[in-house]
């Protein structure tokens, strides 16, 4: 489509799409409930446990014995654990409840790239192995397991894990056990992680897992494009999480959901539910801007993600699952997009991803339905959607509105579709067949979710 043609095209977009009348209070999700967070009245510097911020001197007995002696005021209102300006190079050390991690500005907290510094610990168990290798996995840098009221924060300080080597002993097929996280927290609740910089994890920036209330917010996120399979935050059989004002430039994926890997996670069953992403910044160099899956066997659901800009990706929007997997992806509502530089749009596969183990129900089948995409504008794109569901369960309620992509010179194709079903108003280039055909009735299972955000939907 040439410039002048796609200009006539959105302008006519934009007419049409005043037939849509989208009334009510507005939409409300997770970030819309974020809670006030109150200073600690006790406060300690890692430099009254002998660390050193030279980069070079070990740290980690330093920061275990300071939350082991901020522990004793969790009853009294908490305490906060201030790092200031330094590089404080470390090895992995527990958090625990009612504390705040504070970084200075200027303040760099280094992962040891001592393997022998990093314990192996169990697998999680909706997982049943580690996702790179059977068997256990390394600890992430900074752990905590069923706490509540954690804030890691600072003033734009920084994590870096150093991941180079792990990447290293990755691609070298050097490693015997999965590799490590920069954060992750367990089983935990009431979690605050803002206002920092994240750099060259080894595998996952932020990850937490079977936690509810989560708020990551304002903080950046950097691994080059060829650092293999690192991802920015991966929310994973959690609830109620808000991701909010964030700039993820990364190896693979940018923001990830899952919930659990076949029989395990079938049998663990907790989905990931109820989660808001939001004006966020996100490039993906070999994965997706934003991904479901393909790990979901627990389920995700009642997803908003809106105030989206993705930019030089692979993929822009993805789910993934394949048979095996059981689970289902349902109730996802995606608007105010904007893509540029991005090779597929859209993504849905239902061939996608490894099994832990020969344990699992081939006839375990996932489904996929109402997904509800909206309000997006896409330039430099090479293919449009790419949707191949599962013959025996097919993908059905996918629904794009108000959808204008310039798709670029050369394309022989602006659509790939197999196995699902769904509706479109208002989409260039016109979508494959199994999507084109029009909204039925305001009571669509297109938009069924909007209403639950405070939103009516008129066509």
């Not at 935050?233 to 609830?239: E, G, M, T």
């Not at 996932?366 to 097919?394: H, W």
């Amino acid at each position: 489509m040439s410039n002048s043609s796609f200009q006539v095209a959105l302008l006519l977009i934009l007419v049409l799409s005043k037939a849509i009348d989208v009334s009510g209070q507005g939409k409300e999700g997770q970030c819309d409930y974020k809670s006030k967070l109150n200073p600690r009245p006790h406060s300690v510097s890692i430099l009254e446990f002998g660390a050193v911020g030279d980069g070079k001197t070990s740290n980690t007995i330093a920061f275990q014995n300071a939350v082991f002696y901020l522990k004793s005021f969790a009853d009294k209102g908490g305490a906060q654990l201030y790092v200031p300006p330094g590089r404080w190079l470390t090895g992995s050390f527990n958090l625990t409840s009612h504390l705040t991690l504070f970084l200075a500005s200027g303040a760099i907290i280094l992962g040891s790239q001592d393997r022998s510094r990093w314990e192996i610990v169990e697998p999680l168990p909706s997982y049943g192995r580690g996702l790179e290798f059977p068997g256990g996995r390394y600890r992430s840098l900074i752990n905590g397991y069923m706490l509540d009221d954690v804030v890691i924060t600072g003033d734009n300080g920084t994590i870096d894990g150093q991941g180079s080597v792990w990447w290293d002993w990755f691609s070298s097929h050097s490693l015997n056990y999965s590799r490590p996280n920069l954060v992750e927290l367990i089983s935990s609740n009431n979690i605050v992680v803002s206002n920092l910089t994240f750099l060259n994890a080894p595998a996952y920036n932020i990850h937490p897992v079977y936690c509810s209330n989560v708020t990551v917010q304002n903080i950046s996120v950097y691994s080059p494009p060829g650092s293999p399979f690192t991802v920015g935050i991966v929310p994973d059989s959690s609830d109620k999480v808000c991701i909010e004002s964030c700039n993820i430039s990364i190896g693979y994926d940018g923001i990830a959901l899952k919930s659990g890997w076949d029989e395990y996670g079938i049998a663990y069953g907790r989905p990931t539910t109820r989660v808001h992403i939001k004006q966020v910044y996100l490039q993906a160099s070999t994965g997706s801007a934003i991904a479901f899956g393909s790990e979901m066997s627990g389920g995700i659901s009642d997803v908003l993600v809106e105030d989206l800009h993705l930019y030089n990706s692979l993929v822009g929007i993805e789910f993934r699952t394949t048979k095996g997997r059981g689970g289902y992806i349902t109730e996802i509502i995606i608007s105010d997009v904007e893509m540029q530089n991005v090779h597929t749009a859209f993504g849905a596969t239902g061939q996608r991803g490894s099994h832990p183990d020969d344990k699992y129900d081939p006839n375990a089948l996932p489904t996929l339905n109402q997904i509800t995409v909206k309000d997006v504008t896409g330039s430099n794109i090479t293919l449009a959607g790419s949707f191949t569901g599962i013959e025996e369960s097919p993908f059905t309620s996918i629904c794009l509105s108000n959808v204008v992509l310039s798709v670029a010179s050369g394309s022989s194709t602006s659509w790939v579709c197999s196995n699902v079903s769904g509706f479109s108003e208002f989409v260039i280039p016109e979508p494959c067949p199994d999507l084109s055909s029009s909204f039925p009735n305001s009571s669509s299972a297109c938009f069924s979710l909007l209403r639950s955000y405070g939103q009516s939907a008129v066509l």
